[in-house]
C-alpha cells in the first residue's frame, strides 16, 4: 500500500512539474518551434483543405512554421488519438468535424474521451450539408424523390462514410421523417461515395458542396435541398429543406472545429484563438470559402463546446430511436 501511495504521489508530481513546464514555456516565447495541426481525413477533403488554408495564416500570425498531418481512417477515431496522445505543450492541435466527437463515444469503444482528453481553441467553417441524387434518379426535387422512394421501398440506394458519419445520421434523419425506407451502403468516405454515384451504383447521399459542384454542373448530379436555415449564396436556386418539403432538422450540418490536447496552457489557447479569429475574418478567406458553400466562422471555445453537447443530446436521442450499432 505504501509503494502505491509513493508510486501515485510521484505520478501526480511528475504531472504537476510537466503541466508548469509547458506554462512556463508558454509564456516564454511560445511558439518556439514549429505546429502542426492533425486532419483526421485524406487530402483534398474539406477539413483538409481548411486546415491548409488556416496554416498559412496562423504560420503568418504566429511567425513560426504551421504542418498539416493526415492521419486518416476509423470515422477520424485514429487522428484524433494523434492529438490526444501528443504532450499539452501546444504544439499539436486537431482540425476535425464537429459531429464527430458527439457521435464516435455513442457507437464506438473509444482508447480515449473526447470531452475529458482534448479541450476546443475554437469554430472553424460551418458547413451545409445537401441531399443529393444520381442524374438518373426520376426526381427533381425533395418531395417527388420521397414519393419515389416510398413506391420502392428498401430499394433506394444511399451512399454513406460508414456508420456514425454525418451522412448516415442524414439518412437515418430522413427516414424517420418521412416513413421511407433507404438501402444503406456505406463506403470509407465522400470521396468513395462520389465515384459510386457516378458510376450508378448508389443514387443518394448528402454532402458538402465543393466536391459535388463540377459534377451538378456537368448534370451528372442533382441538389434537391440544403441543410440551413437560408439558402446559399454558391447555389441560390437550391431551397433549405424546410423550404423543398421537408422539417427543418431532416438535413444535418456541421462544422469544422478546432482542438487541443486537453492541459494545453489556457495563454497558448488564447493566442491561437486570437491567431485564428484574425485569419479566419479575412476578406479573402470568407470569399473564398464563400464560393465553395462553406462559412469560414471564428468563435470562442466555449461556442464549440455548447454546440457539441446539443450534438450529443440530439445524436444520442437518435441513435437510441433508430437503434443504430457500430458494425
Given at each position: ?13 511528475a504531472l504537476?512539474?510537466?503541466?508548469g ?22 487530402p ?52 476535425v ?66 456508420v456514425?458519419?454525418v ?62 436555415p ?17 422539417s ?65 443530446v440530439?445524436?444520442?436521442?437518435l ?9
Open positions: 500500500m505504501r509503494k502505491m501511495l509513493l508510486r501515485g504521489v510521484w505520478v501526480l508530481m504537476l512539474m510537466a503541466a513546464q509547458a506554462s512556463a514555456a508558454a509564456g516564454s516565447g511560445w511558439p518556439a518551434r514549429p505546429i502542426r495541426i492533425v486532419v483526421p481525413y485524406p483534398g477533403t474539406g477539413p483538409d483543405v481548411m486546415a491548409r488554408l488556416v496554416a498559412e495564416g496562423v504560420s503568418k500570425e504566429l511567425g513560426t512554421s504551421v504542418i498539416v498531418e493526415n492521419k486518416p481512417g476509423a470515422n477520424a477515431v485514429i487522428g484524433t488519438g494523434e492529438v490526444v496522445k501528443a504532450p499539452a505543450d501546444g504544439y499539436t492541435f486537431l482540425l468535424d464537429r459531429l464527430t466527437l458527439a457521435v464516435n463515444p455513442l457507437l464506438y469503444p473509444l482508447p480515449f474521451d473526447p470531452a475529458r482528453d482534448l479541450v476546443s481553441v475554437g469554430n472553424v467553417a460551418d458547413v451545409a450539408l445537401y441531399l443529393v441524387v444520381a442524374r438518373d434518379v426520376p426526381a427533381n426535387d425533395f418531395r417527388s424523390f420521397i414519393a419515389y422512394a416510398k413506391a420502392h421501398p428498401g430499394q433506394v440506394t444511399f451512399g454513406t462514410g460508414g456514425g458519419s451522412m448516415h445520421l442524414n439518412m437515418e434523419l430522413l427516414q424517420a421523417g418521412t416513413g421511407v425506407q433507404f438501402l444503406h451502403v456505406p463506403y470509407k468516405a465522400l470521396a468513395e461515395v462520389l465515384p459510386a454515384m457516378l458510376g450508378g451504383q448508389v443514387q443518394a447521399t448528402s454532402g458538402g458542396v465543393e466536391a459535388m459542384l463540377p459534377h451538378v454542373q456537368k448534370g451528372s448530379l442533382k441538389l434537391l435541398a440544403v441543410g440551413a437560408a439558402r446559399l449564396p454558391v447555389t441560390p436556386s437550391v431551397p433549405t429543406i424546410a423550404e423543398a418539403g421537408g427543418a432538422d431532416m438535413l444535418m450540418s456541421t462544422s469544422y472545429t478546432f482542438h487541443a490536447r486537453a492541459g494545453t496552457p489556457p495563454e497558448v489557447l488564447e493566442r491561437m484563438n486570437a491567431a485564428l479569429t484574425k485569419v479566419l475574418l479575412q476578406p479573402a478567406l470568407q470569399a473564398w470559402t464563400a464560393a465553395r458553400g462553406l462559412q469560414a466562422r471564428p468563435s470562442t471555445a466555449a461556442d464549440v463546446d455548447a454546440r457539441i453537447q446539443d450534438d450529443k440530439r445524436i444520442g436521442r441513435v437510441r430511436e433508430r437503434g443504430i450499432k457500430a458494425q
